[in-house]
């Protein structure tokens, strides 16, 4: 268990606090949904040029890890968020139910399969289809999505759609 002294008591970390359950737990689940619903960009593993963790990684290893209820919300994310939260419902849902892999085979997503995704990869940005997408998580799974050791969020970047361009 994590925990600081100082100010005349101890305060947890966030894992320490997410393993206990309690308020404490219930809001840092609040806090990843809240990330997940508003994802702008799917961001993988580490992002910009020092590889910083981003939220949204952040976000769904404590939702995969800790939220009771979490095929619940991810099912949900499915029907409502952009294709970016999207993306991070099936990597959820792949990596909470491995056995429902044809569940999200591009077929079921005929009407979804076109909508463009801003990605980032490291350094690397990109626009790409949401088929593309969804077709590397079922080749190459979702782990690599989620963090092995929870960072703080406090370590972590929120990763931005960049502004579109200006039309002269």
Known sequence: M?????????????????????PSAVRIIAKAH?????????????????GSPSSTCWA???VVRYDPSAKEFLNRLLDYAE??????????????????KRRFQTAKFAERSEDRVCAQFGCS???????????????????????????????????????SPKKR
Do not use: C, W
Request: net charge negative; aromatic share 6%; glycine share 12%.
């Open 2 to 22: 994590v925990s600081l002294t100082g100010f005349g008591g101890e305060v947890q970390g966030e894992t320490a606090m997410l393993q206990t359950g309690g």
């Open 34 to 50: 809240d990330i997940l619903s508003n994802a702008q960009v799917y961001a993988v593993g580490g992002v910009g040029v020092a």
């Open 60 to 62: 769904l290893t404590v």
């Open 83 to 100: 294709p970016e939260g999207r993306l991070y419902a099936v990597a959820g849902l792949l990596l909470l139910e491995p056995d429902q």
């Open 125 to 163: 940005s990109l626009i790409s289809r949401f088929e593309t997408q969804v077709n590397r998580l079922l080749e190459d799974g979702a782990k690599h999505l989620l963090f092995e050791k929870l960072p703080s969020i406090y370590e972590t970047v929120d990763v931005r759609r960049p502004p």
